[in-house]
């Protein structure tokens, strides 16, 4: 395909000009289709065999005063598009200066953005960055913290585009439809206001045709789900009936059927009762009585996208019957795992915000863009546009990141259990699935090559993604760091109702269970929950004060969540059990944790990894360890306590002094909560010990006085002194309960004169 240049002359002021454009460029159609063929020019020019170690790519270039700009743009098209896309987001005055009156400097930086590699590279070694210029603004004069720091980036803001590309329409099958002109792929297109269905319809057949296993369920497994896959009782919304319609014994592998994945908020106008069960299964019932706007949409994008069912929480849940609402969350990690696509409606603060995009008027940025670079020595002209979603701050992120929809508990799972998503943000659809993202204005459909985020935190949420660059060839410690990663994005998020924790994150360990055969005890590996009861936080955390939303356990009720579980705590955790973590810096459990069980035959003490036999050594618990050390937990106790929530182990006890620091962090951005010290009996400091929200500390007595502490884990770095892991906990009869996680020096703990007890942690 020959280029054709339909570029305007390139007009750019002298600060602009020295901009390193090229380095923004991107390959064409056509260098894509070579590198398939593998064509050694073309190859070698985007795979360099040798990629310099200081790459001029990613700079910064210093572009003057903010009002400087202001003057400049009406003879530069780069300074008009700055001024603009900075005057927006602001607040800066009319002559370019902060709010109190600083000059602003801005600069721009060519930032990574993407990675991608030849088709055939199976070990990476060989790739290609692919920029975007970013802006960074700073207050003249002004002694700054991390979080001015922090609003200064505006990363992203400008992609590379073949000339026109604001003006030009895009086909079907994604190509620019003016004669002649070749997209620039991974760089910029012009995305319509409203949403083209048809752009969605073909994401989903690339998808099914192109991504094999790894994207598509199977009759025979239901990606394999076995039993899980079948439900007993499913209603899905009839887009076609618009009613709601019951199936029994039906296998999620065989339907075809989109889910819902969307925020609540206060008030939903239709839901499913026991009351209107039989009346919203009448043909018709939904056009007559219309669910919220958000659902409403949802179900109009079904009916486009050419398929008949949708699955809502709030229409094919019955909200007013626990024993529905057990029944289908249990089966959460099926309904979202087999459902064709999930639809993520990510814009807005409640069910009424609708699927922005799909009917006129409901977005609104119109892109723009700059011509910067002439066609040359056989390269053709590029443009600039601006991004609809530019990152605001200095560390990248994930697109969902700053949405409502993000902070929600419940939406998770749900996302995480996806393989494809069809996501609507306020100005931008995404579509993601366990090999590559797309999104409407940027050409990424052309491959192989894919384009990952150079950045980890801008990778999708799947514990089936494809290995980003930073992560470990092997499999298993790739999972062992997702599955920290997803506990710690899970703990940031907020519930209505807080005993909700435990269900919003079952569907997740189900599927754990299925990839990897891992078996969980409230959140934890058992496989490794020694060295997992070491987790901890750095936010600060409260208790977890309310039980179960619904009844669970073998006790078939509403139950605590244990305090050596981060389900038992509110606010960020953070769970490391990686062989990286546990070999590389000689770190060990010193404990062995069993658990009790409610068996046919009475309450045992069994290993708490049933893959691995009890010992017979010093560090067995038994039935009879309980009743000798621990007689207030007798076998009627245990029978009424749920099996393994409460852990037994020996370990050894201190008593130990807790203070809080002299001095406290002095950035905003740690200003909720306080951190400690832990002494010995002179008041020396001999250890640190986690964050505690200055709430939670100013209303307990948790953060000063004389406390038990119990060792559980102890780390040698090569010849310096030994560091121990502690927890601090408080007792209530025989039972003990976490409190916080410290770490103390081991002479230190020595000389505390510690005794060896059995523990028995609830």
């Known amino acids: ?164 590309s604001t003006q030009a329409d895009v086909s079907v099958d994604f190509l620019d439809t003016r004669p002649g002109v070749e997209p620039t792929i991974f760089g910029g297109r012009r995305r319509p206001l409203t949403v ?172 723009a863009e700059v011509p910067v670079l002439e066609a040359k020595e056989g390269k053709p002209a590029m443009s600039l546009m601006t991004t609809i979603n530019p990152v605001n701050g200095m560390f990248p992120v994930h697109y969902l990141d700053e949405t409502r929809w993000n902070t929600r508990g419940w939406t998770f799972q749900e996302r995480y259990l996806s393989r494809r998503v069809i996501t609507f943000t306020a100005e931008q659809v995404y579509f993601s699935c366990n090999t590559t993202t797309f999104c409407e204005e940027s050409y990424m459909e052309h491959g192989p090559p894919t384009l990952f985020p150079f950045h980890s935190a801008a990778m999708e949420l799947s514990l089936e993604v494809a290995r980003h660059q930073t992560e470990p060839q092997d499999a298993h410690e790739r999972f062992w760091r997702r599955y920290r990663l997803a506990v710690q994005r899970f703990t940031r998020r907020h519930f209505t109702f807080a005993g909700d924790v435990y269900d919003a994150f079952e569907g997740l360990l189900q599927e754990m269970t299925r990839v990897f055969g891992v078996q969980w005890l409230w959140g934890l590996p058992r496989s490794r929950l020694n060295d997992a009861l070491a987790w901890s936080t750095r936010s600060g955390q409260v208790r977890r004060s309310a039980k179960s939303t619904l009844p669970m356990t073998e006790l078939d009720k509403q139950v605590e969540f244990p305090s050596w579980s981060w389900m038992g705590w509110i606010g960020e955790a953070w769970v490391s059990v990686t062989n990286e973590h546990l070999d590389e810096i000689n770190e060990a459990a010193t404990i062995d944790v069993y658990v009790h ?99 939670r500390s100013e209303e307990t007595r948790y953060d000063c006085g004389t406390w038990e502490f119990i060792q559980i884990r102890r780390r040698q770095i090569l010849h310096f002194e030994a560091i121990l892991t502690v927890l601090q906990i408080e007792r209530q009869g025989d039972l003990a309960y976490r409190i916080n996680i410290g770490e103390i020096q081991e002479l230190a703990w020595q000389q505390a004169g510690p005794e060896r007890v059995l523990i028995a942690l609830a």
């Open 1 to 164: 395909m020959t280029f054709r240049s339909r570029a305007k002359p390139v007009a750019l002021c002298e600060l602009c000009q020295l901009i390193p454009f090229e380095t923004l460029r991107c390959p064409t159609l056509s260098d894509i289709q070579a590198i398939r063929k593998n064509d050694q020019t073309t190859y070698e020019h985007w795979f360099p065999q040798l990629v310099p170690q200081d790459d001029h790519r990613h700079k910064t270039l210093s572009l003057g005063l903010l009002g400087s700009i202001k003057a400049r743009r009406e003879t530069c098209g780069m300074c008009n598009l700055i001024w603009k896309i900075l005057s927006q987001r602001g607040p800066f005055t009319e002559e370019g200066r902060s709010m109190s009156g600083l000059e602003i400097s801005v600069q721009a930086e060519n930032t990574f953005y993407g990675v991608f590699y030849p088709p055939e590279e199976a070990d990476r070694d060989r790739f290609r960055i692919v920029c975007r210029l970013s802006l960074i603004t700073n207050e003249q004069g002004k002694v700054q913290d991390s979080e001015d720091l922090h609003k200064q980036y505006l990363q992203y803001c400008f992609q590379a585009c073949s000339p026109g």
């Open 196 to 367: 083209d269905c048809g752009w969605l319809r073909q994401w989903l057949r690339l998808c099914e045709v192109d991504h094999g296993a790894v994207c598509n369920s199977t009759k025979d497994s239901a990606r394999g789900m076995g039993a899980e896959a079948v439900a007993d009782l499913i209603r899905f919304i009839d887009v076609q009936e618009m009613a709601i319609r019951s199936f029994k014994h039906v296998y999620l592998g065989d339907m075809k059927y989109i889910a819902l994945s969307y925020v609540w908020g206060t008030n939903q106008k239709l839901t499913l009762r026991k009351g209107n069960l039989t009346a919203l299964g009448d043909v018709g019932t939904l056009r007559d009585r219309p669910a919220s706007r958000t659902i409403m949409d949802a179900i109009d994008l079904t009916r486009q996208l050419g398929l008949r069912y949708i699955w809502v929480d709030a229409l094919c849940i019955i909200q007013d019957d626990d024993i529905d609402k057990k029944t289908q969350l249990r089966s959460m990690g099926a309904i979202y795992g087999c459902a064709s696509a999930t639809v993520v409606a990510a814009a807005g603060e409640s069910a009424e915000s609708g699927l922005p995009g799909l009917r006129p008027g409901t977005r609104w940025f119109e892109q």
């Open 597 to 695: 069980a409610n068996e046919d035959t009475g309450v045992a003490i069994r290993a708490v990894n049933p893959t691995v036999p009890a010992t017979d050594g010093d560090d067995r618990v038994q039935l009879q360890d309980v009743k000798t050390e621990l007689p207030s937990l007798s076998q009627n106790a245990l029978a009424r306590t749920p099996g393994g929530h409460i852990l037994l182990f020996w370990a050894e006890r201190a008593v130990l002094s807790i203070a809080r620091k002299t001095a406290q962090p002095s950035d905003t951005k740690f200003a909720d909560k306080y951190e400690y010290e832990i002494r010995n009996s002179s008041g020396t400091p001999i250890g640190t010990m986690g964050p505690m929200i200055r709430q």
